[in-house]
């Protein structure tokens, strides 16, 4: 187990050394989110189920800090241990491939944190937002978590050139987690753009952890949080074969 | 009567990459316990094929690896080894120190800050401690790097072209260290291009071209065989042949 301790610590020390690009820089970005179109135009948009609308993009702004975070880290840090090599120190090592999978993605889940902690703080102090159901908070941000810190392991992994990985981020998760009801309920959007948000994962994970902040979503908290498991398993899977195999990583 | 396993059995090795190259083919090699191995060849002969193959960093295609009689891929196997590889491939976020302790804390070592201590002492680091990879000289993070494939006590230590581009003063200082390395009992595996270096280091040296094994033996057995003065000469007509 020492390997995985050393892996984890190695994977969080590199987000702690570069902690004005990791966790401040989205931190800001987000307040800023929250600042501008809650408390400076939040007064003239209406609230969404009697939430001040201040209150209620909080949850979302934070999910989407935080994936992208956990994606990005892993998706970076693998890309440029596979890059420069020093991948092989951890390849040669007398560790697991479970070992291996898991201290990659825990690098992923400590920046997402800081970052989700950070806001939480933040949010809390400008727009007081509650916490009614922490339990389904803790469990919708976990699965959300382990979602996009495989993905962003899988991308690292599978990427030739630094663009690979910020492809995914800017061309897919970005603009699913702007049309997956950060800033608006999809209720109010017409058909067929209401029919079609459901077909976007990001929206049942940003609709999980609003349930956990204010009790109440546009669907079911259990349709949202097995969604998220529906997917979270089988990426987490994907990038513990990869390590298993050595697929792309040993060729 | 108790034989002492191998440092390295390879039998029947085979790698063939996905674009078709064959780069090992039917590889057999037996490295003895304690000894000092040179591997010759020319620039893609093999050679770091099968040094990424030992190490795990590489699926084979077929074929059998064992490090002191436990499988390549097993966890005591690969606690026996340590690579040094041909190009420097440190991580860029840690500094000369860190590089070690977490190197050996992926290795699962206990003392891991006396022994990193130790090693940069040993490779003359002590002013460069605190400095990240990046921030080093080529000498420095050359050194680096042979301390890092040494700082778990591996019995086997595999050096893959560890003088290529350094200067006099470094590969002599070097030489030195793995001399002492081999005389504690460490079985070393050295490939490089400079032929003084195979003979002047190694008890025993293979040529390896294509893949294959084209001959084995000491030096002077290898002037023998082929009926020439000069290792440069048994080298020109091991790979002409």
């Known amino acids: 187990m020492s390997g995985l301790v050393w892996l984890c610590k190695r994977e969080t020390l590199r987000v702690s050394k570069l902690w004005t690009q990791t966790v401040l820089a989205p931190v800001i970005s987000s307040i800023l989110f929250i600042l501008v179109f809650g408390l400076s135009l939040g007064g003239r948009i209406q609230g969404v189920s009697d939430v001040d609308y201040e209150i209620f993009i909080v949850p979302g702004l934070i999910t989407m800090g935080m994936v992208q975070a956990a994606y990005a880290n892993n998706a970076s840090s693998i890309f440029q241990a596979r890059f420069d090599r020093y991948i092989h120190d951890v390849l040669s090592a007398p560790m697991r491939p479970w070992q291996i999978t898991l201290g ?114 546009d669907v079911s908290v259990w349709l949202s949080l097995g969604v998220t498991a529906a997917l979270a398993l089988p990426v987490y899977a994907w990038s513990q074969w990869l390590f298993t195999t050595g697929k792309r990583l040993k060729d | 009567m108790f034989r002492e396993h191998p440092a390295l059995l390879l039998e029947n090795l085979s790698k063939q990459y996905d674009d078709g190259t064959v780069a090992l083919e039917g590889f057999d090699l037996e490295i003895p316990a304690g000894a000092f191995f040179g591997l010759l060849g020319p620039n893609g002969a093999g050679k770091t094929t099968l040094i990424s193959a030992v190490c795990n960093l590489l699926r084979i295609s077929d074929g059998e690896i064992s490090v002191f009689g436990h499988p390549h891929d097993s966890m005591e196997a690969r606690r026996s080894i340590g690579l040094a590889e041909q190009d420097i491939n440190l991580d860029r976020f840690l500094t000369a120190r860190e590089t070690l302790i977490y190197h050996g804390g992926y290795f699962g070592m206990d003392d891991l800050e006396a022994r990193a201590d130790e090693m940069i002492e040993a490779f003359g680091l002590q002013s460069k401690r605190d400095v990240r990879a990046p921030k080093l000289s080529g000498g420095q993070r050359r050194r680096l790097l042979l301390a890092r494939a040494l700082m778990h006590r591996p019995r086997l230590v595999i050096l893959d072209e560890p003088t290529a581009g350094v200067d006099f003063e470094l590969r002599t200082e070097l030489w030195r260290y793995i001399r002492r390395l081999h005389a504690e009992g460490t079985t070393i595996l050295l490939t490089t291009h400079y032929l003084e270096e195979a003979e002047e280091l190694c008890d025993e040296i293979a040529l390896i071209r294509g893949g294959r094994l084209i001959a084995r033996d000491t030096a002077d057995g290898l002037r023998d065989h082929f009926a020439v003065d000069r290792l440069q000469d048994v080298y020109v007509k091991a790979m002409a042949s």
Do not use: C, K, M, Q
Request: charged content about 10%.
């Open chain 1, 104 to 217: 990659y993605t825990v690098g992923g889940i400590f920046r997402a944190l800081a970052i989700g902690v950070s806001l939480l703080v933040l949010s809390v102090l400008l727009v007081d937002v509650p916490i009614e159901r922490p339990f389904a908070l803790v469990a919708a941000v976990s699965l959300g978590l382990v979602l996009f810190s495989a993905l962003g392991v899988v991308a690292g992994i599978y990427a030739e050139v630094w663009d690979h990985t910020t492809f995914i981020a800017n061309i897919v998760i970005l603009p699913l987690a702007f049309v997956g009801g950060v800033f608006y309920s999809v209720e109010v959007l017409p058909s067929p753009w209401e029919e079609l948000s459901h077909f976007n994962p990001v929206f049942y994970l940003v609709n999980a952890v609003r349930f956990g902040f204010l009790g109440e979503s």
